[in-house]
C-alpha cells in the first residue's frame, strides 16, 4: 500500500509517500480500507519533533481516518465488515491507504455523513463536546473560545451557540475566518489578545482555550465569579509558571482552572458521545467545516499550511 513516511522530522519536506506492508487486522482489531484522513495538530507537532513525541525516521503519522472495513481480527464481529466507520489509529499510521484500529477506538458513521465530514469531527468535536461538558456550560452564560479557527475551537463555537450560551465569543487574526465563524455561531469576534469587540463582556463565565502559552494569566483574568477556565490544547505553548495567579489574587470570585484532555473520558462514554455527534451532523445540526480535501501525495503541501497557520477548520486527505 502507499503510505506517507517521515523521513526526516523537522520541516515538512522530510515527509514522502512510501511502499509499505499493508498492516494485519490483528487479534481485537479492524483494518479500514481509508476514505478520508484528517491532519491534526499534533501530526504536525510530532513531525516537527520539538517535544519528544516523535517515533523513529520512516513512521506514517496520522491518528484519524474514516473508510470501510476490510478485514477484522480475532474477537471482532464480523458484522463490522464492509461498514463504514470512524477510526482513531493512535500517534501513527494514519496517513496510508489501509489502517488499523483496536475495535474500542471505532465508531460506525451513518450513512447521511460522509467520511471527509466524520474525520472532521470525529475528534475535534468530542474533544469540543467534553470540554464544555467539564466547564459545566449552562444556558444563558458567556464562552470565550481562544483559538476559534481550528478544528476544536470550531465545534466549541458550534455547540456553545446549540448549548444555549447567550453570548459565544471566538478569537481569530484573520477577518474572513471569523466571518465564517459568525456563520457559525460566533456572536462576538476578538482578537488573539482577547480584544476587538467592546460589546462582548469584560468578565466571562466560561473559557475553552486551545492556545496556552504566555497569555493564559490575562485570560484567567476575565473570568467572572465562578467562571471556569478549561485548557484543551497548547497551541502557543505552556502558559508561565504562575498562570495561576489571578485566582490567588481574585480569591473571593471563586473561579477555576482546569486542563482537559479526552484521555480522561471512559472510552465507552466516548463513543457514545461520537456516535451522537455523528447523527447530529448527519441531520444538518452540527455543520462540520473542513478546510481542504487534497491528495494523500500531498501530505507535506498540508503541513506546510498548517505550520503557516492560516487553517481554518480540518485539513483532510484522500488516498
Ligand atoms: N485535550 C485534548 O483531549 C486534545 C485532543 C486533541 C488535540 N488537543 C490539542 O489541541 C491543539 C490543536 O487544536 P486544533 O487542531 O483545533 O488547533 P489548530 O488548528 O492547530 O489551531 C487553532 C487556531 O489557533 C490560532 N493560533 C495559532 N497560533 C496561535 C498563537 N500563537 N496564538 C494565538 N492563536 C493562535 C489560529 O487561528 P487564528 O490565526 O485565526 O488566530 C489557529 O487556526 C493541540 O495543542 C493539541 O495537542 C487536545
Keep these: 500500500m502507499k503510505a506517507v513516511i517521515i523521513e526526516e522530522f523537522g520541516d515538512p519536506a522530510g515527509m514522502r509517500v512510501a511502499d509499505r506492508p499493508k498492516p494485519a487486522a490483528g487479534p481485537g482489531r479492524l483494518l479500514v480500507r481509508t476514505e478520508a484522513i484528517g491532519v491534526g495538530g499534533v501530526d504536525a507537532v510530532i513531525r516537527r519533533g520539538t517535544i519528544g513525541l516523535a517515533g523513529e ?165 476575565r473570568l467572572a465569579p465562578n ?23 481574585g480569591f473571593r470570585l471563586s473561579r477555576s482552572i482546569a486542563a482537559f484532555s479526552l484521555d480522561s473520558v471512559p472510552v465507552p462514554e466516548r463513543n457514545r458521545v461520537r456516535a451522537q455527534l455523528f447523527e447530529r451532523a448527519a441531520r444538518g445540526e452540527l455543520g462540520s467545516v473542513v478546510h481542504e480535501v487534497l491528495p494523500l501525495a500531498e501530505a507535506a503541501e498540508a503541513h506546510r499550511r498548517m505550520d503557516a497557520g492560516a487553517v481554518f477548520g480540518r485539513i483532510v486527505l484522500e488516498p
Design 57 to 221: 525516521p520512516g513512521m506514517v503519522p496520522g491518528s484519524e481516518v474514516a473508510g470501510v472495513v476490510e478485514a477484522v481480527g480475532a474477537g471482532v464481529d464480523p458484522g463490522w465488515l464492509g461498514r463504514r466507520v470512524w477510526a482513531f489509529t493512535g500517534l501513527t499510521g494514519g496517513y496510508a491507504e489501509y489502517a488499523s484500529a483496536g475495535l474500542d477506538d471505532v465508531t460506525a458513521i451513518p450513512d447521511a455523513l460522509d467520511s471527509v465530514d466524520a474525520v472532521t469531527l470525529g475528534s475535534a468535536a468530542t474533544v469540543a463536546h467534553f470540554a464544555l461538558a467539564h466547564a459545566h456550560l449552562a444556558p444563558g452564560e458567556s464562552v470565550l473560545v481562544r483559538g476559534a479557527s481550528g478544528s476544536i475551537g470550531i465545534a466549541a463555537i458550534q455547540l456553545a451557540a446549540h448549548a444555549g450560551a447567550a453570548a459565544v465569543a471566538g478569537t481569530t487574526s484573520s477577518a474572513e475566518r471569523g466571518r465564517r465563524l459568525r456563520r457559525l455561531g460566533a456572536t462576538h469576534l476578538l482578537d488573539r489578545a482577547g480584544a476587538g469587540d467592546d460589546a462582548f463582556p469584560d468578565q466571562v463565565d466560561v473559557i475553552v482555550d486551545i492556545i496556552g502559552g504566555q497569555d493564559v494569566p490575562a485570560f484567567v483574568d
Design 227 to 249: 467562571g471556569r477556565y478549561v485548557l484543551v490544547g497548547a497551541v502557543a505553548g505552556f502558559p508561565p509558571a504562575d498562570f495561576g495567579r489571578p485566582l490567588l489574587t
